[in-house]
């Protein structure tokens, strides 16, 4: 009787010891989480203000651009020769790079404006003919010698398609500078080609001249580059 009594008072006492730990527990979690959430907002307050800082400065520079950007137009259109060659620059970074190996093979080597005639003076390198050539035509797997072996195009082949390009380089400076002058204050363009090549009987680096021209925005005006052959185009100009 006495083991009965005592098992029944040990049941008793689990019964009210259970739902005390239980709710200890849960009371635990609770200030855990609620610590957790509380560092969490801390860590987001933090990074919003972090983000609000980065966002006001990005927002100042934008402006501070903006405005730079204004004046530098104004500053073209009202004719100042420094800062109608920035635009230029401008203009001719948008031409298609050719490149070899990450070098560019047409770039300006300098560019120059005279307000009292209106002139932009363009000074261009052309890509050296040795740069592009040979030209690989095709490339054939050799199974007896388990190799690739490349055929190349001619010479004759190349040299035209080297020419086609010159003048095709020479049109698309001429239209770019026009057609990005909204202000109109270029009335005419001198645009010569240089070429970085190696004078064979020296052995040694030289800059030749290798094309000359000059157009006006009426000789422009006239031109319908949907349809215009470059080397006949230069060639009349």
């Not at 190996?101 to 120059?112: A, T, Y």
């Not at 009335?187 to 040694?204: A, E, Q």
């Amino acid at each position: 009787g006495c083991l009965c009594i005592n098992l029944f008072i040990i049941y008793i006492y689990d019964c009210f010891k259970k739902p005390h730990f239980q709710e200890n527990e849960f009371l635990e979690d609770k200030k855990k989480h609620q610590e957790e959430c509380s560092a969490i907002d801390l860590e987001n307050e933090k990074l919003k203000r972090e983000y609000e800082k980065e966002l006001a400065i990005w927002e100042n520079e934008k402006e501070k651009n903006s405005k730079e950007i204004d004046r530098l137009f104004q500053s073209y259109a009202d004719g100042n020769e420094n800062s109608v060659v920035s635009i230029a620059k401008m203009w001719l970074s948008n031409l298609p790079e050719i490149k070899n190996k990450n070098r560019l093979l047409s770039h300006p080597k300098s560019i120059h404006y005279k307000k009292s005639d209106k002139a932009l003076f363009i000074d261009w390198i052309f890509p050296d003919f040795e740069e592009i050539s040979p030209l690989p035509k095709e490339y054939k797997y050799i199974k007896s010698k388990d190799e690739i072996k490349a055929s190349y195009h001619s010479d004759s082949f190349v040299k035209k398609l080297y020419n086609s390009l010159i003048y095709q380089i020479i049109c698309s400076i001429i239209y770019s500078v026009f057609m990005g002058d909204e202000a109109k204050v270029i009335d005419s363009i001198i645009l010569n080609g240089y070429m970085n090549t190696i004078d064979r009987s020296l052995g040694k680096p030289i800059t030749l001249c290798v094309s000359s021209l000059v157009i006006n925005r009426v000789s422009f005006q006239e031109l319908n580059f949907r349809q215009i052959d470059p080397k006949e185009c230069f060639q009349r100009l």
